[in-house]
C-alpha cells in the first residue's frame, strides 16, 4: 500500500506543475489580462482548482493580480527570468567575433562559459578546424573546479560561496584534479594576481585549457572565455604562450558589454 502512494503523489505534483507552466502561457500582448472564469475555460480546470495555482504563482512573484477588476496578469518575476534568458543571449551574441579571432590565433577550441553554482555551463563553443581537436556541446556542464573556465571565475566569487563548494568537497575527476581545499585556495589566489587560469588533465585526462575572467559593466565576473585541446599539441610551454591571446579576447567581451576599469573600482 504504501509503495503504491508515492507515485501517485509525485504525479500529482508533475500535474501541478504542469498546469501552472499552462497557465502562465495563457497570457499574451493581446491578453495580458484574465479573469479567472476565463482561465478556468482555457485550461479545462476548475475555478477553485486556477485560484489555488493563481494564489501560489502571486506568491512567487509570477502572477499579479488587479486589485480594481480582480483579473490575473504576468508578475514581475516572469519579466525577470526573461530578461535574464535575453541577456545570455545577448552576451554570447556579442562574445562571438572575439572567440571567432581567438580561436584563429590559436588553432584551438574556444568556449565561453558561465557559472552556475558549483557547475560551468557552455553558452558558446567554436571548435577547432584541426582534426584533432576538444569537442563539446552548448549546455553541457562541469564541475567548474576541474576547469581553467571554471576556476577562473571561481577565483573572483566571495569567501561565503567558495566556502559552500568546499563544504560539497572537491571529488577527484582525474589523478591531477585538486581535491585539498587549501591547496585549492591557494591556487585560485595564483589565477586572481596573474589574470588567468589553467587546468592541466584535471577533468578530463589528455585535455589542457587557458581561460581568463569576462566581466560586465559593473566589473563583476560574469563569465570566462577559454581555449581547450589535446595535450599532446597544447604542452604547458604552448598553453601559456597563449594566455596574452586569451587575456585579450576576454578583455575585448568585457569592453563590449561596457566594463571599463578605470571607471571601476579595483576587484576585489
Excluded: C, W
Aim: glycine share 8%; net charge positive; charged share 25%.
Amino acid at each position: 500500500m504504501t509503495g503504491k502512494a508515492k507515485p501517485v503523489k509525485a504525479k500529482t505534483r508533475l500535474s501541478s506543475v504542469a498546469n501552472a507552466i499552462r497557465l502562465i502561457k495563457v497570457f499574451s500582448d493581446d491578453e495580458y489580462e484574465i479573469g479567472i472564469s476565463d482561465l478556468g475555460k482555457r485550461l479545462i480546470l476548475p475555478k477553485s482548482t486556477v485560484h489555488r495555482l493563481a494564489s501560489t504563482l502571486i506568491e512567487a512573484g509570477m502572477l499579479e493580480q488587479n486589485g480594481e477588476t480582480g483579473k490575473y496578469r504576468l508578475g514581475l518575476a516572469v519579466f525577470e527570468m526573461g530578461a535574464l534568458v535575453r541577456r545570455k543571449m545577448d552576451f554570447s551574441s556579442e562574445a562571438k567575433p572575439f572567440l571567432m579571432e581567438l580561436r584563429e590565433k590559436t588553432g584551438e577550441t574556444v568556449h565561453l562559459a558561465i557559472l552556475d553554482q558549483g557547475s560551468i555551463v557552455y553558452i558558446n563553443i567554436l571548435e577547432s578546424k584541426q582534426a584533432i581537436r576538444m569537442t563539446l556541446e552548448v549546455g553541457v556542464r562541469k564541475a567548474a573546479y576541474t576547469t581553467a573556465a571554471g576556476k577562473a571565475m571561481l577565483a573572483f566569487q566571495g569567501a561565503e560561496a567558495l566556502a559552500a563548494m568546499l563544504k560539497a568537497g572537491l571529488k577527484e575527476r582525474t589523478a591531477n584534479t585538486i581535491v585539498d581545499p587549501e591547496a585549492f585556495l591557494h591556487e585560485l589566489a595564483g589565477i586572481k594576481s596573474r589574470g588567468y587560469a589553467t587546468a592541466d588533465e584535471e577533468n578530463e585526462l589528455g585535455v589542457r585549457s587557458l581561460a581568463a575572467p569576462v566581466r560586465d559593466s559593473s566589473g563583476n565576473v560574469i563569465a570566462a572565455t577559454s581555449i581547450a585541446g589535446p595535450a599532446q599539441r597544447l604542452t604547458k610551454k604552448v598553453l601559456a604562450s597563449f594566455a596574452p591571446d586569451v587575456i585579450n579576447a576576454a578583455d575585448a567581451i568585457s569592453r563590449r558589454l561596457g566594463f571599463h576599469p578605470a571607471r571601476s573600482a579595483r576587484f576585489s
